[in-house]
């Protein structure tokens, strides 16, 4: 198999250091330095022209005077002098450079021309660059320490990836006295070609790394992060730090890396759907990573605490409830056993007080009765040194207490001198410890929020297949015609007509341009009616006094027509009139009233609002954002998020909302988000909502053209489903076949799909001899980002089990196609198995068609596959179809397959 293209950075064969010196505290020098330093077993190049010798070290004066191949550069001199140096360095076939110089684009225009001098010679030579303006990078296993770090690190599991270089060297120095070490580190600097996307995607490979720490200022590409991200932390855990929250903060990290830090909570929006911890402080960061290292395997947010102090207990229980961390209610099995072995007066709940006296038989029988609780997530035990106290030995009970346990045990020996032994004892034994209660509650919450962010991770929203299809055409249509005429702005007729496209019930409205015309729409309409001000520069109506409510006649009519025109002609005079709009007063005594809104977030993309609506949007501020697309899972988790979704249940005179309907709202308006890219911005305001549906009464939406030919969905951060690839044909024999895109809930219809294979196909689609999928192949077969693979399935319908009330067929797969796409973004690898019953009926070639005419469209130009020699009937289709087969010189057994798309 091919090695992955960022390689040369983490296992170069030799490296040249440009800028190496003998100089005191230059940079150069420490980072020539260190790599001696470290041991780094392969040739270590000194480029410096003015010197013999560098630090005991031959001195060249070019990378061309060098006695053999380089794999990564390290440049450590003048910004004006990098360009000439990537030129020279492609030149002689190095493929990977560290600019560890400031002084680019950071730095103003003159910066931004040598950064882009840089590019352009790297992309000519096919270079890589991290940096410019970064610490380095470190790979501890392999001796490299190409940083100019004062100080090496220890070889380990955890990598760090950081746009702050002096970040790096704090974790660096924290890491030293408390026994961590790293797998990687890799200080992006301003990420002018590398970037987050590309390193997840190798750590992603990495067997060296088992979990991954982000320092995070902006990001580039949302949508290689956001995949990148997701794909690896589907098998490694990653926390993460994001600053620039705020105005000031956002501002810096422009001028420190020119990098956008778009809206924080657009950026928490994301972290929820990417199954990661966010953290907001670099302790915070220490201490989470400290946690996951430990091996623990969070279930819930269910928290019990034990102590030997009240105080201290009721502290903790309070910063739960801060976060958000539900305090566990002891099963009757757990008290009767805690009963059994503690004083008559413990507290007998959760906090469990073992009294001031407590000795470590008492900690033990606690901590373990308490993981041993299925009601129970996690436990925080904390000792405060009393006179009765064994702090050491109570350490000891705890530590063996958790012993072989997968729930988070978190320990506060509170205090400093008495202590101090307990705590080598907890690092020692790899138990995350904390000085007070409330950083150890927080440690809780990041671990049960990566419990529940996986769960958000594993969502991977499909059709709407079981509803009405969108009129997508029409509502391209009405935005395409407003286009065409120089507006941007719909009016609330237009905009309803988009949604009413898109199956989201409204009220109807009828422009009315003079009193006469509004008289006559009132009596076809009927009474009562609401009238409202229609025009291109006024986006909030009700500023101006431009609605009218509650209006029962035709005196009233002509009162509230002339009235808004006057508003308008007063207020704003400048402002164009285009009529009045009319419609139906709504009357829905028991409706909440609702927004549900659109935005273009400048890293993100589309982002999907929802909150408490109405005129006091603004001032009540209860809303809350996601990414699309959406699916149930995810709309349900957005309502929840906000205040107002206590009041959509029956609440005291109010029978509980139709939920359906509101989720099947904010699922249409997820389609929207995917399938109109010209959509920058929505207010549906207010949407009303009550025990028997849904109505959008008032809506605005901003709109922008769009970019010829861009591909689809290239405006999304998370790809949706491409319900655009789902085809049907039809067999000889009549039978009907369904390609379409494969999805998480397929998963059971892929596990009877491989267990009903013969021997001999599972052997030629998997080289294995198992008999069905474990779990974790399972997911990674269902469960993937259709930007980084594809996996089509030929499935059709077959007749159920009679025992399945209500439905008569159900789907049947019988073949899959798949790609995955290869780090140089343009090759892909793929995979196809068909049901041993179909062999020889033209479904394997079907699939083949269908996936290379979707890899085509990906934009991938080349297709490979690797099939067993002795696989004649694959070797043959294949052949068929165009593909050329050789032989792989390292394996007989396998034929290399490939084709230009």
């Known amino acids: 198999m091919e090695s992955h293209y960022l390689t040369p950075f983490f296992s170069p064969r030799a490296v040249a250091v440009f800028g190496a010196s003998d100089t005191a505290d230059a940079i150069g020098q420490i980072v020539f330095h260190n790599l001696l330093a470290a041991g780094f077993t392969g040739p270590l190049y000194a480029i410096n022209p003015r010197r013999d010798t560098v630090q005991g070290q031959p001195g060249y004066a070019s990378i061309a005077q060098v006695p053999s191949a380089v794999d990564l550069a390290v ?368 440690v809780f919450s990041y671990l049960s929020a990566y419990y529940q962010n996986q769960k958000l991770l594993m969502q991977l929203p499909g059709p709407l297949s079981h509803h009405e299809e969108p009129d997508i055409k029409r509502a391209r249509g009405v935005i395409e015609q407003a286009l065409d005429e120089g507006r941007t702005l719909l009016n609330e007729l237009e905009s309803k007509s988009v949604l009413a496209a898109f199956r989201i019930p409204v009220t109807v409205a009828r422009l009315a341009h003079s009193v006469s015309e509004a008289l006559e729409i009132a009596r076809d309409i009927g009474y009562p009616l609401v009238m409202k001000l229609c025009s291109p520069d006024i986006p909030h109506k009700s500023d101006v006094g431009g609605v009218v409510l509650n209006i029962y006649s035709a005196a009233d009519v002509r009162s509230a027509f002339l009235a808004i025109t006057e508003n308008v002609r007063v207020k704003r005079p400048q402002a164009r009139l285009t009529g009045i709009a009319i419609e139906p007063m709504i009357r829905r005594p028991h409706g909440r009233e609702l927004i549900v809104g659109v935005s273009c977030d400048a890293v993100f993309g589309p982002v999907i609002t929802f909150g408490a609506g109405g005129i006091f949007v603004e001032a009540l501020a209860d809303c809350a954002v996601a990414l699309p697309p959406l699916n149930s899972f995810l709309a349900r988790e957005l309502i929840q998020r906000t205040r107002v979704s206590k009041v959509l249940a029956a609440f005291r005179h109010l029978p509980a909302a139709n939920m359906e309907a509101l989720e099947m709202v904010l699922l249409r308006v997820s389609e929207m988000a995917c399938e109109l890219p010209g959509l920058v911005e929505m207010d549906i305001n207010p949407l009303i909502l009550d025990e028997n549906g849904v109505c959008a009464v008032d809506a605005r939406m901003v709109i922008e053209a769009q970019v010829p030919e861009r591909p689809r969905y290239a405006h999304m951060a998370i ?75 030929a499935v059709h319908t077959v007749p159920t089990d009679k025992q399945q009330a209500g439905k008569q067929n159900e789907e049947e797969q019988i073949g899959v196609s798949r790609y995955i796409i290869s780090p140089d973004g343009l090759s892909c690898e793929f995979a196809l198995v068909v049901a041993d019953a179909l062999h020889g009926r033209g479904v394997g070639r079907q699939l083949m068609l269908t996936l290379m005419d979707a890899a085509r469209a990906h934009g991938l130009k080349h297709m490979k596959g690797y099939v067993l020699n002795n696989n004649r009937n694959m070797l043959h289709l294949m052949q068929s179809l165009g593909f050329t087969v050789s032989r792989m010189p390292d394996d007989n057994t396998l034929r290399l397959v490939e084709k230009a798309l």
């Not at 219809?749 to 689609?765: A, K, N, P």
């Open 75 to 442: 440049i450590a001199t003048p910004a004006a002098t990098v360009p000439g140096i990537i030129e020279a360095c492609g030149q002689q076939g190095v493929k990977a450079a560290v600019i560890i110089t400031a002084g680019f684009a950071e730095a103003g225009e003159a910066g931004r021309q040598l950064e882009q001098q840089a590019l352009q010679a790297a992309r000519r030579h096919g270079i890589r660059l991290i940096g410019p303006n970064c610490l380095g990078i470190m790979r501890p296993a392999i001796g490299l320490n190409a940083t100019f770090n004062k100080g090496s690190a220890n070889s380990g599991h955890l990598a760090i990836v950081s746009q702050s270089g002096a970040l790096c060297t704090a974790i660096l120095d924290w890491a030293r006295n408390n026994d961590v070490g790293f797998s990687s580190v890799v200080s992006l600097g301003a990420s002018a070609d590398v970037d987050f996307g590309d390193i997840l995607d190798y750590l992603l490979h990495d067997t060296q790394t088992h979990s991954v720490l982000l320092y995070i200022e902006g990001i580039h590409d949302a949508r290689r992060f956001m995949s990148a991200l997701r794909a690896i932390a589907r098998v490694k855990p990653v926390i993460l730090v994001k600053v620039g929250r705020h105005a000031a903060g956002s501002k810096a990290v422009m001028s420190h890396t020119a990098s956008l830090a778009g809206s924080d909570a657009v950026f928490d929006a994301a972290v929820r759907r990417l199954g990661v911890i966010r953290v907001q402080t670099i302790a915070q960061l220490f201490s989470a990573a400290r946690a996951m290292s430990c091996g623990f395997q969070p279930s819930g947010n269910r928290l019990a605490i034990v102590t030997n102090g009240g105080g201290p207990g009721v502290m903790a229980a309070d910063r739960a409830a801060d976060l958000g961390i539900e305090m566990a209610t002891l099963s009757p099995a757990t008290l009767a056993r805690l009963d059994a072995v503690l004083p008559p007066n413990w507290s007998h709940g959760n906090p469990v007080d073992l009294i001031g006296d407590a000795q470590a038989d008492r900690y033990r029988h606690a901590v373990q009765a308490c993981l041993d609780d299925p009601q129970v997530d996690g436990v925080l035990a904390i000792l405060t040194p009393q006179a009765m106290t064994d702090p050491l030995a109570a350490a000891g009970a705890v530590i063996a207490a958790g012993a072989g346990q997968t729930k988070p045990l978190i320990t506060c020996w509170m205090g400093e001198v008495q202590v101090e032994s307990s705590r080598k004892a907890f690092i020692q034994a790899h138990r995350p410890h904390f000085r007070t209660p409330e950083p150890a509650v927080e």
């Open 719 to 793: 790809y949706p489903y491409p319900a655009h690839l789902v085809s049907h044909y039809v067999m000889l024999d009549g039978t009907d076949i369904t390609i379409r895109p494969m999805r998480p809930e397929d998963a059971g219809l892929v596990q009877r799909f491989v267990r009903g294979l013969s021997e001999e196909s599972r052997y030629f689609r998997y080289m294995s001899m198992f008999k069905e999928l474990s779990q974790t192949m399972l997911v990674q077969f269902t469960q993937f980002d259709y930007i980084r693979e594809m996996a089509l399935m």
